[in-house]
Each structure stands twice: as structure tokens, then as C-alpha cells.
């Protein structure tokens, strides 16, 4: 990657394959081993624009983040730390993300419902979504929240395999590192593409991402970022998921099946991105293990996908508007920071109905 005059180019030898603007960008995906020269690199600090490294299958290797100084205010981030320790705060919080993602979940269910009426098993995992979801506001504590997320993902994946037309995109339920099929590889890198943005967001609005209030803290775990990546899960990840295979967007060639060992550097460990309370190590990778990536041009499809997803557009209530999802980020981290400053009494989440 070079500068060239006022934009970016991304090319080899003398071919030109793409041409960046900065000021439209707001965070770049690198895949593979793509050379940034110094000039390009001063280029994107100077335009504080976020760059996401990955492997050749999606690895994540890591991550440039240009912090400017909304990131100082330690004065909100010290309010995010006592807060920590307000229970009544964090169970508050808490019952708002996992209501959020249930009920849109929930949502998506129904609209699978109507597509595919005939078994009986999707009526009965809906109607057992609904009892949790209707649980979530009687919660005494952050630990029954996680069992109702636990229990509400189950019953939802049940179902999202009937959301699923082609039939060589076999989904026998949610699995990873590594996934061992088609759909969890696609569930997997938007989970984690999501997980980037959020974290981005946070860090313009000048929030913590390692203090988060329903997930719990651990070291270099991005708690507050997985916990408002909720509410996208299902309007983002898991619809487009969908509409990929279903659109003829992906095909089988697009996907190889490949055996790793625990230390494979192209071993395609997700950055926390399932919400669960598992630690991103080794101990929960098996000495060998077979899974399914997807191909260096089926990684430009999902990616070409993600950010045409992105530009769409939902309703904010907050602004009473439409706004693109690539906004609403930044807006629900906003509306975030006010809850933290005490500006707003209750988060609330994106929920689609």
C-alpha cells in the first residue's frame, strides 16, 4: 500500500487493484501480506484511520489503533471504574443487552417461522425463546442473565439452520475454533468484523473497551465491547449470514477444509466474539483440529458484503431517524456515554421487532 498525493493505492508492480480515500475511511481491513510504505502509514495516523490485520483465512493478527484525545478523558473512564462496583448499575445494564439480543433473535425466528411453517421443532424452540425472554426483566443476578443468554443462543440455533437454503451449507448447530462448517466460518469472521467496529466506536467516544458490565473482566478481554456487540449480532451477523448463502453470493469452492494444529498460525481464533465465558486460549483448542475457512476470494465476498451491510440503514429511535448501521455504532456509543456520565438514567440497545 503507497500514498499517492491525497489518497491510497493499493497495488503491485505497477497495477493498480484499489484506490482509498481517507477522509471516507473509517477503519481498514488488510488481509494477507500487503506492504504499507512509511508515507501510507503516516497517512492513515494522520487521518486516525483504524487498520485490522488478517491472515490469509481471516486470522486476526492484530489490530492499529490512533488514539486522539477523546481517549484521554480519564475523568469518564474513572466513572466507568466505580461503577464496577454499583451492582444494581451492572445487573441494570446487563438485563438491557441480554433482553436486546433475545428479543432480536426472537424476532428473527418468527420471520424463519414463516418461511419454513411445516416443523413442528421451530414453534416449539420459539416458544421456549419467548418464556426466557420474558424471564430477563425478573433476573435477580448477572450470573441467571448468562444462563438465559446460554439457553436463549441454543434455542436460536436451532432454528437459524432453517435459515439456510442451499444444501451443501450443512449448520448442525454453533461451533469454533476452528469452525467445522461453512456457515459457523461466516458466523465467526462477522462476529469479529462487528467486534472491530464496536471496539472503534468506544474509542472515539473516549470509553474503556476492558470495562464492560455483563461480561465478565479479564485480562485483555475487550468486556464493554462484547457487551454492546449484542444488539448487532442478529441485524448484522446473523442475517447476512443468511442472505449470503441464500443469494448465491458464496459458493462450495468458496469454502476448504483444512487440519490444524494448536500453534498453526493460520489457525482462525476469534477475538472473543462469541459472547461466551470462555478465555481465547489454548487449552480449549484439541492438539489437532479439522475446520472449514473460507478461500482467499471468498474473504473479499463476506468483506465486499460486510461493509454494503454497513451502508444500510435502520431506524434510531434516539434521533428518531434513519441512520446506516456504520453510524449507529457511534451513536449508541455516545448514547453509551452518557448513561456512564449520568447524562441518560437507562441504556438502550438497538432492538428490532
Known amino acids: 500500500m503507497v500514498k499517492y498525493g491525497d489518497v491510497l493505492q493499493l497495488k503491485k508492480g505497477d497495477d493498480i487493484y484499489k484506490t482509498i480515500f481517507p477522509f471516507k475511511t473509517e477503519q481498514l481491513i488488510i488481509m494477507g501480506n500487503i506492504e504499507i510504505t512509511s508515507p501510507a502509514l503516516r497517512m492513515i495516523m494522520y487521518h486516525n484511520i483504524d487498520a485490522v490485520f488478517l491472515g490469509n483465512n481471516g486470522k486476526f493478527n492484530g489490530k492499529i489503533t490512533f488514539q486522539d484525545g477523546k481517549s484521554k478523558n480519564v475523568f469518564l473512564r474513572q466513572k466507568q471504574y466505580k461503577l464496577l462496583d454499583d451492582a444494581d448499575f451492572c445487573l441494570k445494564i446487563a438485563k438491557s443487552i441480554v433482553s436486546s439480543k433475545l428479543q432480536n433473535q426472537y424476532s428473527f425466528m418468527q420471520r424463519i417461522k414463516r418461511k419454513r411453517d411445516s416443523d413442528p421443532s421451530i414453534t416449539k424452540n420459539i416458544d421456549n425463546m419467548k418464556n426466557i425472554t420474558d424471564a430477563v426483566s425478573e433476573s435477580k443476578d448477572i450470573e441467571q442473565l448468562r444462563g438465559y443468554e446460554g439457553l436463549g443462543s441454543k434455542y436460536f440455533f436451532d432454528v437459524f439452520k432453517y435459515a439456510i437454503d442451499p444444501e451443501w451449507a450443512k449448520f448442525n448447530g454453533r461451533n469454533r475454533r476452528p469452525p467445522k462448517d461453512s456457515v459457523n466460518a461466516i458466523l ?17 467516544a473516549g470509553l474503556d473497551s476492558y470495562v464492560g458490565y455483563f461480561h465478565s473482566l479479564d485480562y485483555g478481554r475487550k468486556a464493554l465491547a462484547l457487551d454492546l456487540m449484542e444488539e448487532y449480532r442478529t441485524p448484522i451477523a446473523d442475517t447476512l449470514t443468511a442472505a449470503i448463502f441464500n443469494l448465491g453470493v458464496l459458493e462450495k469452492e468458496d469454502f476448504e477444509e483444512t487440519i490444524f494444529s494448536k500453534n498453526s498460525e493460520e489457525f482462525p481464533l476469534e477475538v472473543e466474539a462469541d459472547g461466551d465465558e470462555e478465555k481465547d486460549d489454548n487449552k480449549f483448542i484439541s492438539p489437532e483440529a479439522r475446520g ?21 440503514e435502520a431506524y434510531y429511535p434516539l434521533l428518531e431517524k434513519n441512520i446506516t448501521y456504520k453510524d449507529l455504532f457511534f451513536e449508541q456509543a455516545k448514547h453509551f456515554r452518557m448513561v456512564i456520565n449520568g447524562e441518560e438514567s437507562n441504556y438502550k440497545p438497538l432492538t428490532q421487532r
Open 188 to 204: 465467526s469472521l462477522l462476529y469479529t468484523l462487528v467486534l472491530f467496529r464496536i471496539d472503534a466506536a468506544l474509542e472515539s
Open 292 to 312: 472449514v475457512l473460507l478461500t482467499k476470494d471468498g474473504i473479499r465476498k463476506v468483506l465486499a458484503q460486510f461493509e454494503r451491510k454497513l451502508d444500510t
